[in-house]
């Protein structure tokens, strides 16, 4: 329990503002009475408590503009500038804006490329994600029993690909380490390859 400073009450920690300036941590009047405090100050002092020359918001001592920079953020645009900006796309700047969107037409088309092309998977991944998922498929049905590694013979162990070719079964089964080491093995095979032609 804690006593207010202001109204002499003994009160629970949850009651009080956490505060670094004080010894336990809390400051020293109760939330009450800072809430009434603060409603005496903003009807006493009506003007922005920053730049002194806009309204403050109710329930703050700071105009909409001051309680933007105190949040960090910049502060609104003036209307003037807003309106003269308010056609053009805001990507490039230089041409009108869509009806239903912020961009223009180019803008906007340059986005939808991009982002699509992020999603789309390319032949070559998609190729390999069928020959993963046909292995793995015949392995659960019991058509292909999971062997230890071929190299060091250790039980937990995956299907080594030789080549990705559709309904494929050619491959060995490696454990994690040999079959990273597999790979990095024929990358550098087809970069030599690559170089001498």
Same mark, same amino acid.
């Given at each position: ?19 670094? $300036? #004080? ?14 405090? %603060? /409603?005496? *100050? !903003? ?5 922005c408590a920053r730049c002194k020359k806009a309204d403050h918001l109710p329930g703050s001592a700071y105009c909409y503009s001051c309680r933007r920079v105190q949040q960090g953020r910049s502060p609104v645009p003036a209307i ?21 969107? $912020? #961009? ?14 992020? %999603? /789309?998977? *390319? !032949? ?74």
């Open positions: 329990m804690k006593r207010c400073s202001k109204c002499e009450r003994e009160l629970p920690p949850d009651r009080f503002v956490k505060s670094d $300036r #004080y010894l336990d941590g809390l400051y020293s009047s109760c939330k009450d009475c800072r809430r009434e405090a %603060l /409603k005496k *100050t !903003l009807e006493s002092h009506p003007i003037g500038r807003r309106k003269e900006n308010l056609h053009l796309c805001s990507k490039c700047q230089l041409k009108p804006k869509l009806e239903y969107h $912020r #961009y223009c037409r180019e803008c906007k088309n340059a986005s939808t490329r991009k982002y699509l092309r992020q %999603l /789309k998977p *390319t !032949l070559q991944a998609l190729s390999k994600k069928t020959t993963r998922h046909y292995i793995n498929t015949l392995i659960k049905r019991g058509k292909i029993k999971r062997l230890p590694c071929a190299y060091c013979g250790s039980i937990p162990s995956e299907f080594h690909h030789w080549h990705y070719e559709p309904r494929s079964t050619s491959g060995e089964f490696l454990c994690t380490l040999h079959h990273r080491i597999a790979h990095d093995v024929l990358k550098k095979v087809l970069t030599a390859v690559a170089e001498l032609l």
